[in-house]
């Protein structure tokens, strides 16, 4: 990982090991391959999005685009639903990650100061939640009760307090040198203060993490729609996708069962619009992570480290 | 299948715990001599948590009192009150008839062959990590790396997606397996109840395997240099170094992960196998946690399904509890 450890000059030695060569070769072929098969299937919704909807429905676009067009795009924003649920994946993610980020900076930074009342006791209290919990049925009924079903804050609320957030902010503030808060304390300085002036702007690597981790995690979330929210203007994308795509399997399973002959079964199936419809929503739910996870991967790689290393 | 963000954190708390241990033996300087004026202010700094310890309070600590609904024959429309209490009626039920003690057998087993399976394959990142490490050039580690981690950043309703367009009878594979005259029959890739089992540890060792190694990547890089180069000069080779040094310092956060993945063993989640279950599959596909939302959510049976997830819940808890007994005598440090 390090460069040290790339740049360093290697032994003649190794070179000539015996088996080095051949194995490099399967290595290398070895580790292409697994690249190609975790990275093919997001190449291949793409391109089978923008292809003839009439070839990709066929299973006919595997490598390169054929019929280039964008109008799944324009279409598919036109469907009843869609715009809507772009905006709550959205709305959902923007709020939520600003939501855990401040939370967890706050009450990570909180836990280091000896001074709070029953420390130890509260931040306890925060990590059992990370090892248990009651159960789906008791915290749905619980949430129901709240009249928070049917309600965006379901959404944002259970995710706000994440125990794994504050251990890696906790840690990283222990791992600052005390000095920076005896300084501003000197010099007068709350403890809000210390927190906001001095402390957060030193938290960016941590927090970026963080915030890595919870907008993925916004982003993705089905389970809480699928058991909260029955009103559909407050769907997700996710949701929207499973639905879509579960249209198209129960269709498929219909003429599957009236025995009719292959090619009947394929037309059904994937009519046009139903496939180029499934992998345009499919590329509009995975477009922000292609775009925002190699600007953000330097992040996390680091954050992981901070957590895991350095123990 | 264990997350590996669970495995930082636990990493984590063990750090945490051997330095609350020291700065409760030595004390970390400054912090600890404060003047007598800041001791005042600490209700003052509690109370400005207070909300976030509601938060908390809220979501995770009532809902324990929900237990309660397992003792009632609960009825939404009637509340708690108006709901017959039948006592333990629902656990001797889960135990009584055949029909349901075959049931949560299935279930079980189910639950227990996708864990087990997810556990021998948590060897995979730990190899992936390792064979990585021994490619020189840095674009290829860094793309193949790249790329890898990529699937952990999807959903699973996107992974079913993407299982359903290339894996389905009229799918991408069965397209070209046809055309090269290999079958004739699309193969049932999803919906048939054959090896349902591997096929979830697959499709999850394809959305995990580049994330998890991350984790040994960074554990790699902060392997001491001199041990290598003190091998070298012993004369050893690129697998002697791998196998003596890279795979043995890697131990330690492999054996935390493999504990936290027994811990977790019936906690393998709902939304991979929610997604992928269908009319075929249902019965080998069912663990514990889609068990008690097919029951209690889709069935309507919230009591049944609280008394189920009760129980998973405290076996969990007595799981994590004897492991980390297991961790304290094993390695001297505690997971929890």
């Not at chain 1, 967890?104 to 280091?112: E, H």
């Not at chain 2, 700065?23 to 003052?44: I, K, M, V």
């Not at chain 2, 209690?296 to 819940?313: D, E, I, P, R």
């Amino acid at each position: 990982m390090t460069t040290s450890t790339l740049s360093r000059p290697r032994p003649a030695k190794i070179r000539d090991e015996k088996g080095t060569v051949p194995f490099s070769i399967v290595n290398y072929t070895v580790f292409a391959l697994l690249a190609f098969v975790c990275g093919y299937p997001f190449y291949y919704l793409i391109v089978n999005s923008i292809s003839a909807n009439d070839l990709s429905a066929l299973g006919e676009i595997r490598f390169l685009p054929q019929g280039m067009h964008l109008d799944n795009y324009r279409q598919v924003f036109d469907l009843d639903g869609l715009p809507r649920a772009a905006v709550i994946s959205v709305a959902r993610t923007v709020i939520g990650t600003i939501a855990t980020v401040l939370a967890s900076a706050y009450l990570g930074f909180m836990f280091t100061q000896q001074r709070l009342w029953k420390r130890q006791f509260w931040y306890r209290v925060v990590i059992i939640t990370m090892y248990f919990n009651a159960g789906l049925i008791p915290i749905f009924i619980i949430v129901k009760s709240l009249g928070l079903t049917n309600s965006f804050w379901v959404y944002i609320l259970p995710m706000v307090v994440q125990p794994f957030n504050i251990i890696l902010v906790k840690t990283f503030v222990e791992s600052m040198p005390s000095e920076l808060q005896e300084a501003a304390e000197m010099d007068g300085a709350s403890i809000l203060q210390i927190f906001f002036r001095v402390y957060l702007p030193n938290m960016t690597p941590i927090l970026a993490t963080i915030a890595i981790f919870s907008a993925v995690a916004q982003w993705n979330s089905f389970q809480d729609t699928l058991i909260y929210i029955t009103d559909q203007s407050l769907y997700t994308l996710q949701f929207l996708l499973y639905m879509y795509i579960n249209q198209a399997d129960s269709l498929a399973q219909a003429a599957q069962q009236s025995g009719g002959d292959l090619g009947a079964v394929a037309g059904a199936a994937t009519s046009q619009t139903a496939t180029s419809i499934r992998t345009t929503v499919a590329v509009v739910v995975v477009l922000p992570i292609l775009f925002v996870y190699p600007l953000f991967q330097r992040y996390f790689v680091k954050g992981i480290m901070l957590g895991a290393v350095k123990g | 299948m264990a997350v590996p963000v669970n495995v930082s954190t636990v990493v984590a708390t063990e750090r945490e715990q051997v330095r609350s241990r020291r700065s409760r033996g030595a004390g970390r300087g400054g912090r600890e001599a404060r003047p007598p004026s800041h001791r005042r202010q600490s209700f003052g700094l509690f109370l400005t948590i207070v909300p976030f310890l509601v938060l908390i309070f809220v979501f995770s600590y009532l809902p324990l009192y929900g237990w309660i609904y397992s003792l009632f024959d609960y009825r939404p429309a009637r509340g708690l009150f108006g709901s017959e209490f039948v006592g333990l009626q629902w656990f001797r039920m889960l135990v009584g008839s055949p029909t349901q003690v075959e049931q949560i057998v299935q279930v079980m087993l189910n639950t227990l062959a996708m864990s087990f399976l997810g556990i021998a394959a948590s060897v995979l990142p730990l190899a992936f990590a390792v064979f990585l490490n021994e490619i020189r050039a840095k674009w290829f580690k860094n793309l193949v790396q790249t790329i890898t981690t990529l699937p952990n950043f999807i959903s699973w309703v996107l992974v079913y997606m993407i299982a359903f367009s290339m894996f389905s009878s009229t799918g991408m594979v069965n397209g070209l397996l046809e055309n090269w005259g290999v079958i004739s029959e699309p193969l049932k890739f999803l919906d048939s109840d054959e090896h349902v089992w591997l096929k979830m540890t697959l499709w999850g060792i394809w959305k995990t395997v580049g994330w998890g190694a991350i984790l040994y990547l960074a554990a790699i890089a902060g392997i001491d240099q001199s041990l290598y180069e003190s091998a070298k000069m012993d004369g050893a080779g690129r697998f002697h170094t791998m196998w003596h040094i890279t795979v043995p310092q890697l131990m330690p956060t492999f054996f935390v992960l493999l504990l936290l993945a027994i811990a977790n063993i019936l906690n393998n989640g709902m939304e991979q196998y929610y997604v992928f279950q269908n009319a075929f599959n249902r019965e080998t596909i069912e663990v514990l946690d889609l068990y008690v939302y097919n029951i209690g959510m889709t069935g309507g049976n919230l009591s049944l399904a609280t008394a189920v997830s009760m129980l998973k819940s405290v076996i969990s808890v007595a799981l994590l509890l004897a492991v980390n007994a297991l961790s304290k005598r094993v390695r001297g440090t505690s997971l929890v």
